[in-house]
């Protein structure tokens, strides 16, 4: 039962973080596109925006590993 808890919240970790990270994205690059396409200059700006979110799965990632490292390593 224990290990069955620890396993929903780690995965809870990375589900939540991934679908947030796909609504950021999902937003930021609409209005990423929109910028661009008015001034091509801001390409770099753009890329770079829509790359930040990505920082959150990563960090859902290092959260579920550590609660399966530290928790369930007993």
């Given at each position: 039962?224990e290990?069955?808890?620890i396993?929903?919240?780690?995965?809870l970790a990375?589900g939540?973080?991934?679908?947030?990270t796909?609504?950021?994205q999902?937003?930021?690059?609409?209005?990423a596109?929109?910028?661009?396409?008015?001034?091509?200059?801001?390409?770099?700006?753009?890329?770079?925006?829509?790359?930040?979110p990505?920082?959150?799965v990563?960090?859902?990632?290092?959260?579920?590993?550590?609660?399966?490292?530290?928790?369930g390593g007993?």
């Amino acid at each position: 039962m224990e290990l069955g808890l620890i396993a929903l919240g780690a995965g809870l970790a990375v589900g939540l973080a991934a679908l947030a990270t796909g609504y950021a994205q999902a937003r930021i690059g609409a209005a990423a596109m929109g910028a661009v396409a008015e001034k091509p200059e801001l390409t770099g700006r753009a890329i770079l925006l829509v790359a930040i979110p990505e920082t959150l799965v990563i960090l859902g990632f290092a959260v579920a590993a550590m609660i399966i490292l530290l928790l369930g390593g007993k």
